[in-house]
């Protein structure tokens, strides 16, 4: 049976088979009117860029689908696998990517996280207890560092060997549980205050990465963290003009570096924990960068 393309022109079911097939392989299909018709698929600028391991008890992994998906894939066009698997940090997966983004704590709940509070908002101290008919067993809710040995070994080879690490916000916290990946990231976290507005102020503008981008505030986690590496990497500090300290650690704290690994690079900036924070335009700017100079794009 022959079937009528589009002008009138007929065409062999073979054909029409074919074309169906070859269609499907290129994006898939869409139903429109009577019609099977392709639907567009922009291909990734670089494809095979980015492994982005994001989310944990405290930040949501569709946040930063959500903040990545717009700065990096759509603005960018760069081609970025997200996911809250860690034990997808190992060799044979880095090596599928050029650049490394973490953005995540240490800590996992492998029997859960005790207060309801931290994932059901609707509830609160003040409500009755939770019920359950059977009764939950008794578990305690602790949390356990989740960077083994090999997975911190698998990040510095992996950057050692020419990879890029953009490291980000609370994954400073990471840095206190595996010495291999201390020393990649070049500090370790020491806290934070609760979220509250402060100033993010460039301290050398002439690195590719602030190259252009001006002083900006965000309303987000002011993250602490003791940094260990020459005071001439650093490219930003965040300041709460407000003269808000936290413990003993002062108004300031350092808010972003980069430097050469062996032969790779490692870059890493302290906003994140609020997507209003994600998509300041200054900070996009940053972020942006980053990613063209660790691909040694600028």
Known sequence: MDHAGRGGQRISRRDALRLIGATVAAGGLRTGGSLLEARPVRS????????????????????????FGKTLVRDMGVAV??????????????????????LRDGMNWPNGHGNPQSNAGWWSQGQSAIVSDPPLPPRGASSQPWMTPDMGKSVRAFVENGGGALLMHNVTNVALHNEDFR??????????????????????RDHPITRGVSD??????????????????LLMQSVNEEGLTFRNLGATAAAGW???????????????HLITAMWNPEYEKLQKNAVRWLLREI
């Open 258 to 272: 980069a430097y050469d690994y062996g032969k790779g690079r490692v870059c890493y900036l302290s906003p994140g």
């Open 44 to 67: 990734p600028a670089r494809a095979g860029t980015i492994f982005a391991l994001v989310g944990d008890r405290y930040h949501n992994s569709d946040h930063y689908r959500t903040a």
């Open 81 to 102: 696998d997200f996911s809250d698997e860690v034990t997808l940090l190992n060799a044979e997966h880095l090596a599928k990517y050029r650049i490394l983004i973490i």
């Open 216 to 233: 900006f505030t965000v309303t987000d986690e002011q993250h602490y963290m003791e940094y260990q590496k020459d005071s001439k990497y």
């Open 183 to 204: 020393d990649v990231l070049g500090g370790a976290y020491q806290g934070h205050p609760n979220i509250r507005p402060f100033r993010v102020k460039i301290t050398n």
